[in-house]
């Protein structure tokens, strides 16, 4: 079988830890090469898993014959400049979630691709969770009638992640709008298949030119009427992550819906004349999600198919994140 060799850009903890095994994990996928500032550092751990390239480079990493694709899991201040030099190097590129900074950024990070025809994928792993996928099912099958509002929350204790910058707006864009709400969003937009019209948010701290918000919650309208909420904080003492879709007719619910190969149970409740007439729980096995976007990634580019979630797809996030930071 034929397969797609990649580059990792920004290898640091989370590429180590989640990143390369997605990849090597992966059938259609190998892991040939690594990106970190140190040569010495990025060398140690090439070989520690027998990846036969290490750089300090971005642009060596992008031009080395042996890469077919890259994927970007730096800061989110370099998405857009490492997006551009692998697509002018002709390499594919899946590039973690925020796609950008903003929306100028993403649409010439798109632009860029399109006009060296390459792939672009934004890494919005949770739409591929078979637990959301039956979530959509139920909506649209109507179980729940016609949707009221979704909720969602996202906290978890900033203070604890070894990315420093998370706080920092010219590096991280925005704090946990830009982190974990961006979860948050993609997956209400994915649920309901229709697009944000309204944005309002209110953010702690106000953002600064020294500091990002804290903690927010975004109040969102959809085209087809449906209300949305999104709670998100660095600021919460323990980890807390939860979807609810209320619907006419009842309700879906499910703890740590974003989580990755683990066993995550969804409750669907159903009701009539205000009670409860049906409820229930269904258990989902959801597998590494990581190395299934890196997997449908290569099979899109060794088919020449559409991206499972195209630069596009992160673009229409990215104006929602814009407009949440500007409150």
Not at 128 to 148: A, T, Y
């Amino acid at each position: 079988m034929k397969k797609i060799r990649y580059g990792i850009i920004g290898y640091g903890v989370f590429a180590e830890r989640t990143i390369a095994p997605a990849i090597i994990e992966s059938p259609n996928s190998e892991l040939v090469a690594i990106q970190k500032r140190s040569l010495a550092a990025a060398k140690e751990k090439a070989k520690a898993l027998d990846i036969p390239h290490a750089f300090d480079s971005i642009e060596a990493l992008v031009k080395h014959p042996d890469v077919d694709a890259v994927f970007i899991v730096s800061a989110n201040s370099q998405h857009g400049p490492e997006t551009l030099a692998a697509a002018r190097a002709g390499k594919h590129v899946l590039v973690e979630k925020p796609m950008a900074m903003n929306v100028a950024e993403a649409e010439i990070m798109i632009k860029e691709c399109k006009k060296n025809k390459v792939k672009l994928m934004v890494g919005h792993m949770v739409r591929l969770s078979p637990l959301v996928i039956r979530m959509k099912e139920l909506i649209q099958s109507g179980i729940i009638g016609r949707i009221i509002f979704i909720k969602s929350e996202f906290i978890y204790d900033g203070r604890l992640s070894h990315r420093r910058w998370l706080v920092d707006p010219n590096v991280a864009g925005g704090g946990p709008v830009f982190d974990i709400g961006v979860h948050c969003l993609d997956t209400t937009r994915f649920l309901l298949d229709d697009e944000v019209v309204s944005v309002k948010s209110q953010l702690d701290p106000v953002p600064s030119s020294v500091t990002t918000e804290s903690t927010a919650q975004l109040a969102l309208k959809f085209s087809q009427g449906t209300t949305a909420g999104i709670f998100c904080s660095y600021a919460a003492l323990i980890r807390r992550i939860f979807i609810e879709v209320i619907g006419e007719k009842g309700v879906l619910s499910a703890e740590n819906f974003s989580w990755s190969g683990d066993t995550l149970i969804l409750k669907v409740t159903v009701g009539e004349n205000d009670r409860i007439i049906e409820s229930r729980e269904e258990t989902f096995v959801v597998p590494n999600l990581y190395e299934k976007e890196v997997t449908l990634f290569s099979e899109c580019i060794l088919n020449n198919t559409a991206s499972p979630v195209s630069g596009e797809e992160g673009l229409k996030n990215q104006r929602v994140l814009d407009a949440a930071i500007k409150g």
